[in-house]
């Protein structure tokens, strides 16, 4: 069916209701008055005076959610990007320029896809505060392990001792020369042997 | 130079100017080639990868854009992976110097 003819001359003559429907460079100035935080009206007035074309106010205001939400993604992705790589710096590490950027696009990905919980600057905050209660634990772990290493390591030396001791008195004893004191006394120490415990077994043995 | 040619032109100038404004918003720092295309897009600017390459080529060689390449096995030619605005790029958009290719 025909519309009227009057119908259509109701709306300005040239007017657009979408943004996507306006030219390259009126496009172009759109978004680069959003960038400037521009007030839809102006925005308007402004892309009428330059190009002639006449956007709607309600086109500019649709079209400005849209882009404020895509500028969103943007600026949390540079701010988690950010985060990121201070936290790599802190670790001593560098980050190429190519990386930074790759790293961002990466976010932008995420904030885009809509997993905006992986994005979260909270929840990234509290993914920091974990990783570094378990950085601490794994320190406490390792000075435990290092500690335990050290023993290890003074038991392992003390019995080369005791067995190097053990060697010179078992050279003596086959030499056919007697052991003394002293030599019974490093038995005792070598095996942790009280005094007395010495002294019955020599009682016992003679 | 026809009504038609000088149009074009213009609209070539213009669009140079639009990836060296978005450029600008993570200066000094660089953005990747498909963030680039993907941020144009969201301008309603969707360039293709040939006309956004001889776009960066040419501002490139005008020392307003630094971009770092590598060699695309596939088409045996030297792709873009990212670009970032130079402090020559970054007066061209100040209007402190000028360009006859580039407009704001």
Redesign the interface.
Known sequence: MKKPAAKRKAAPRGSESS??A?S??A??L???ML?EGAAPGTITQAVRKETHEQPTILAITNYARQ?RA??KH?SDA?KCTGLLIEQIQRKGCEIT??L???L??AF?HIAESGKTHEINLLDWDKAERQRRELALKERMTNLAERRVLANEKRLKLEAEKMNATLDKLDKKARQGRSLGPEDLKRIRDIYGLGEACGEDETGSGE | MTGNEGRTALQHDLRRGEIIWVLKQDYPHAVTFRLLQLALRDRNVPLGKKDLEGYLSYLEEGGFVRCERRIDDEDIRQKILSASLTAKGLLLLDRKIEDAGVQF
Do not use: P
Request: glycine share 0%; no cysteine; net charge positive.
């Open positions: 943004v996507e306006l390259e460079r496009r172009m759109v978004a680069r960038d882009y895509a500028q943007r540079r320029d190519l930074r950027a790759a961002m696009e932008t």
